[in-house]
């Protein structure tokens, strides 16, 4: 069993920050792509931005040179360092990830989700 833990969400005022962070436990044998979504009322959930195993990078473009996602292999970690925050940021974001057990299963697994909120 894998399992996905996000954190990180909150109020804050337009052209703030915030860091989100996700963390990954379990019976974990490797993790490829890790990744952020995030799903405001009433539209579809799109991708923020992911990042993989060789730190290979991919944004939105509603979020280039504004957000910039890392990880942490070793511990399993993937953050979100948002700036310049937009009310059109406003939603819940969740933290995805790509993670192979040791029985070689490939889980497509998803955090709770945190909700960022950002005031005009």
């Known amino acids: 069993q894998v399992q996905l833990v996000d954190s990180g969400g909150g109020l804050v005022q337009a052209g703030g920050s915030l860091r989100l962070s996700c963390a990954a436990s379990?019976?974990?044998?490797?993790?490829?792509?890790m990744g952020w979504y995030r799903q405001a009322p009433g539209k579809q959930r799109e991708l923020v931005a992911h990042?993989?195993?060789?730190?290979?990078?991919n944004y939105a473009d509603s979020v280039k040179g504004r957000f910039t996602i890392s990880r942490d292999n070793a511990k399993n970690t993937v953050h979100l360092q948002m700036n310049s925050l937009k009310p059109e940021d406003t939603a819940v974001y969740y933290c995805n990830a790509d993670i192979r057990d040791y029985r070689g299963y490939v889980h497509d697994s998803w955090g709770q989700g945190t909700q960022v909120t950002v005031s005009s």
């Open positions: 379990g019976s974990i044998f490797s993790i490829n792509v």
């Open positions: 990042i993989s195993s060789y730190g290979s990078t």
